[in-house]
């Protein structure tokens, strides 16, 4: 299921909720549908326009921290919805049709062909999700020691980098410590990615914070070129990729209503579903309140058009 004009390409990989097609040996289309995961499962139920909102998030945080490290885009869309984007005339001479153009290039980029790096690096500024149950358990998360006495939805005494393996669709991410990174990456680049990790992160928390939503954690990913040269590619805080709490209603102790998809996980805990595929329906308010969550990070964190 794709929810969007299919582009006359060749789609090498469907993720979870991005298709990748082939543009030439150099280049490649990222198409973010409107698809909805949850527990690492592909729900059957979208929600309308969420591929957009993502893309004009992601291609906002792309743009702001291109200086603290390169990243994979060649030609995006818009960042403000509606706005006249460079990938709209890309699209336009690569289909020679401008009304496919204008479909696709609000949810999608055009990026470099990279070698995308076996592990999603999660950076946790509160302690929630999987980190607080860990924490319960053992007092760490990913083999990081904590303080005793922290509670749920609390501030870590500062942002903690937790990576995990990548897992194919419908299994599940496995936390691995930075020991078990840096053999599989070795010890310079995963160094790199944990310390632009933490710096993207601190940087983006303030700025959010600002306006109102705290960060909880996040995940990034990242891919190497033939040099071996770090990018930052895939998503970049989106509520899809973060947990995105408003400031207003976080109380420390329990979890805060967010931003993001943990709207829909909170209604998928409360039935009798074993978290594997096929994923549950869901209901039309549920949808209509996750896509409201969606549009309201977007409206707080993006320019005004």
Do not use: C
């Amino acid at each position: 299921m794709s929810h969007y004009p299919t582009p006359p390409l060749e789609r090498i990989h469907q993720g979870k909720v991005r298709d990748i097609y082939a543009v030439d040996e150099e280049r490649l289309l990222i198409v973010a549908s409107d698809r909805l995961s949850a527990f690492d499962v592909v729900l059957p139920d979208v929600i309308e326009g969420k591929g957009e909102i993502l893309t004009r998030i992601s291609n906002f945080w792309f743009e702001r921290f291109k200086a603290t490290v390169p990243n994979h885009i060649v030609a995006r869309g818009p960042i403000v919805a509606g706005e006249h984007s460079e990938l709209f005339e890309v699209l336009s001479k690569l289909f020679n049709d401008s009304a496919l153009a204008a479909a696709l290039a609000p949810r999608s980029m055009l990026t470099k062909r990279l070698h995308p790096l076996p592990i999603e690096a999660i950076v946790r500024g509160y302690i929630t999700g999987s980190g607080w149950l860990d924490y319960q358990k053992t007092g760490a998360i990913s083999g990081i020691e904590l303080p005793s006495g922290l509670k749920q939805a609390q501030a870590l005494p500062e942002p903690i980098f937790t990576p995990s393996t990548k897992a194919d669709v419908g299994d599940h991410d496995q936390n691995i410590d930075f020991d078990a990174m840096q053999e599989r990456l070795g010890a310079a680049l995963a160094i790199q990615v944990r310390d632009v990790s933490l710096s993207i992160y601190q940087q983006a928390s303030a700025f959010a914070r600002e306006r109102g939503i705290l960060i909880a954690d996040t995940k990034f990913e990242f891919g190497t070129d033939g040099q071996g040269h770090l990018y930052l590619i895939d998503e970049v805080l989106t509520p899809d990729s973060s947990r995105f709490w408003p400031m207003e209603s976080w109380t420390i102790g329990t979890s805060p209503p967010s931003f993001d998809k943990q709207f829909v996980r909170d209604y998928l805990e409360t039935l009798d579903w074993d978290k594997t595929a096929p994923g549950p329906r869901l209901p039309a308010e549920v949808i209509e309140q996750t896509k409201a969550r969606y549009e309201e990070a977007a409206e707080r964190l993006l320019p005004p058009a």
